[in-house]
Every structure is written in structure tokens, then in C-alpha cells.
């Protein structure tokens, strides 16, 4: 019976752990998807989907440099490096097949000990030459 009721324990709070990340879309046919945020030795890397739900394959750049990223504790990170399909860049350009999602993810360097969220990550993307910017709120860090 105890594991039962451990098992629905976790359940419940995965879901609320992702209940609480909200993602803001720069274009109506760019579906983003936040999957974890992963704290180790003071390197985080935060992982997330982007599915293209337009008609056709469409290459979309993500502007790992001119992303920021704001702590609970007050720091600003930028600089970051962005990654599409295993490829690391500081902007990466990637052809989005239409109707898949593809993992995408941006490396965090010298995260503050002390920081238990992300409160706003801003992580500029061209898709369909919107030049917006992929949003995230109250990303909470999981520490390694």
C-alpha cells in the first residue's frame, strides 16, 4: 500500500513541477515544450521541444548569445550557448520538419548555488521571421 501511495505522491508533483513552468510561444505555429532544467557543478542545462506546426519544413535559428536568463537570486546570465539536435553553437540553425518535434537545449554557465528557480528565460528564436523570443517562467532547477 506505501508504494502505492509514493508512486501517486510523485505523480502529483511532477505534474505540479510542470504545471507551474509557462511557456509563451513567438509564433502561432511553433510549439514549444519545456522538459527539465538540470542544475550540476554549477552548469545548468535547460531542455525543451520546438515542433513546427506549419506545412513545410522551415529552418529556424535560436540565438543562443542574445539569450537571458533571470535567477531568483538576482543574477542575469547571458552569453549562453544553444544546442539543436546535439550541435552546440552560440546560434543554432536547424531545418524544423514540419509536425516533429526536435529537443533543443541552452547551456547555463555559473549558476548560482543558491538559486532554486529561473524565474524568466528569454531565448530568441527566427521562426517564420517573427525575430521573438521563445519565453519561459518559473523554471525550477533540479539539482545532479
Not at 509514493?6 to 513567438?26: C, D, H, M, N, R
Amino acid at each position: 500500500m506505501k508504494k502505492i501511495s509514493f508512486f501517486t505522491l510523485f505523480i502529483l508533483l511532477s505534474l505540479g513541477i510542470e504545471a507551474q513552468v509557462k511557456v509563451k510561444s513567438p509564433h502561432p505555429d511553433v510549439k514549444v515544450k519545456f522538459l527539465r532544467c538540470v542544475e550540476a557543478g554549477g552548469s545548468a542545462i535547460l531542455e525543451f521541444t520546438v515542433n513546427n506546426l506549419g506545412d513545410k519544413d522551415t529552418q529556424f535559428d535560436i540565438v543562443g548569445w542574445q539569450s537571458k536568463i533571470y535567477d531568483d537570486e538576482g543574477n542575469v546570465y547571458t552569453d549562453l550557448k544553444a544546442q539543436i539536435s546535439g550541435r552546440p553553437m552560440a546560434t543554432a540553425i536547424e531545418l524544423f520538419p514540419s509536425n516533429i518535434p526536435v529537443k533543443c537545449k541552452i547551456h547555463i554557465e555559473n549558476v548560482s548555488q543558491y538559486a532554486s528557480e529561473f524565474l524568466k528565460c528569454l531565448i530568441p528564436i527566427n521562426a517564420y521571421s517573427s525575430g521573438k523570443a521563445i519565453e519561459f517562467l518559473n523554471i525550477p532547477i533540479t539539482r545532479d
